[in-house]
């Protein structure tokens, strides 16, 4: 059974940068498209971030030009470079295959964005 494990998360002023982690626990990476969502209290979870098996990437409206996601085949580990955050970019953010495998679901990673 596959695991994923975030890390990387903290609580960062407006401005700042973080980079979040996704460890995997098998070779998954070159095996699915995997993606990087997030969800904030009384919101649904949504995509922010998607690489595919060949590595093209793509983005949601609200973080493009400001996130990169990534990964290391050879670490098991996917990346979320996070620059320029907002607030509104609070968040627990999860990393999953696309589309999202029920049972992959991690405790995610807390991202708090002070103004």
């Known amino acids: 059974q596959v695991q994923l494990v975030e890390s990387g998360g903290g609580l960062v002023q407006a401005g700042r940068s973080l980079r979040l982690s996704c460890a995997a626990s098998?070779?998954?990476?070159?095996?699915?498209?995997m993606g990087w969502y997030r969800q904030a209290p009384g919101e649904q979870r949504d995509m922010v971030a998607r690489?595919?098996?060949?590595?093209?990437?793509s983005y949601a409206s609200s973080v493009s030009g400001r996130f990169t996601i990534s990964r290391d085949n050879a670490k098991n580990t996917m990346y979320l470079q996070m620059n320029s955050l907002k607030p509104e970019d609070t968040a627990i953010y999860y990393c999953?295959?696309?589309?999202?495998?029920?049972?992959?679901w991690g405790q995610g990673t807390q991202v708090t964005v002070s103004s």
């Open positions: 690489i595919t098996q060949g590595g093209s990437t």
């Open positions: 098998g070779n998954i990476f070159s095996l699915f498209a």
């Open positions: 999953n295959t696309d589309p999202a495998t029920r049972t992959y």
